[in-house]
């Protein structure tokens, strides 16, 4: 499964900072599926490019940074459906395309694509039930509308939806839910709309400027962060590929104005803490033996309690 050469998994210290040889055996899986998004957008014509952390390893360390642990890909919203639309006929066996068109109970505005034999599991994964294998981010690039005051307008419905879907269908995952979330959630349980149905909105809502040639486009998924998540579509026109790792990957021809953009001085490291907190990832157990695992040890801890419980009573 691993395919990189074999010095490409000796631990090594990158900006001062350690990266192990495990690490680098979850970057090899992550790998594997990005050459998977290349061969299959370059087989249809289809552009797609490095964001995010990703992209600013590719600028600044021709790889991973250090302390990254995952890789974020960007698409504008007419290859990004066409994408999800052809990828699972594609991908190679194993590997599996999660979108909430594709798989029950998954509440993402992105893809993403897991190993099916690894494990990158989340408490979120977890409760929800779904493949949780090791994973790479597809995230579309929609139109914007013309002015500040109307883009401004825009995201808040956008935003405002979101919390709305996320709270009625994901409301067991919040410890301290809010009034106004209750409220919402019993709202939610009354109506029972499937939850793809009510997400066709939130989608729609998002790709209303799709197929206009606008002049900025943003990040739906982040569209809270507003400001540092509107960029000019010039910036994407194009792909540059650079060296990432052991190969070349793409990025758009306007990668400064897009990372100045969010992150200021992105050539100057700084340690920020992953968005994947509480995140398992192991290159060697399958997400399946992992949950049997988890839920042996609750069972167990659980009844455990129970009897300890029965025994303080008697």
């Known amino acids: 499964m691993l395919k990189e050469k074999p010095e490409f998994y000796k631990e090594e210290i990158r900006c001062g900072y350690t990266v192990d040889e495990k690490t680098k055996r979850v970057w090899a899986v992550q790998l594997e599926m990005l050459d998977e998004v290349e061969r299959i957008c370059k087989a249809n014509g289809l552009k797609y490019f490095a964001d995010s952390g990703t992209l600013i390893g590719t600028i600044r360390h021709e790889g991973y940074i250090p302390w990254d642990d995952d890789i974020d890909l960007v698409m504008l919203r007419e290859d990004y459906d066409k994408f999800v639309q052809i990828a699972p006929d594609w991908l190679k066996e194993d590997l599996v395309l999660q979108t909430v068109y594709t798989e029950k109970n998954y509440l993402r505005g992105h893809a993403q694509i897991r190993n099916s034999k690894t494990c990158g599991c989340n408490e979120e994964d977890k409760k929800a039930g779904y493949n949780c294998g090791i994973f790479i981010d597809i995230f579309p690039l929609d139109g914007m509308p013309k002015t500040e005051k109307a883009r401004k307008s825009w995201a808040k419905k956008i935003q405002f939806y979101w919390t709305v879907l996320y709270t009625w269908y994901r409301f067991d995952y919040y410890e301290n839910a809010t009034f106004f979330g209750k409220l919402l959630h019993g709202v939610g349980s009354i109506l029972h709309i499937p939850m793809r149905k009510a997400y066709k909105g939130y989608e729609k809502l ?99 309690k129970k009897v300890a419980h029965c025994e303080s009573k008697c």
């Open 206 to 304: 998002c790709t209303r400027f799709k197929g206009k040639d606008t002049e900025y486009v943003c990040d739906t998924v982040f569209i809270r962060y507003l400001e540092k998540n509107t960029w000019k579509r010039e910036w994407f026109k194009e792909a540059v590929y650079m060296p990432f790792e052991n190969r070349r990957i793409p990025v758009p021809v306007g990668y400064d104005g897009r990372l100045t953009a969010e992150y200021g001085d992105y050539m100057k490291p700084a340690k920020a803490p992953t968005m994947h907190g509480g995140l398992i990832l192991d290159p060697d157990v399958p997400y399946t033996e992992y949950l049997k695992k988890i839920n042996k040890e609750t069972e167990t801890f659980l009844t455990e």
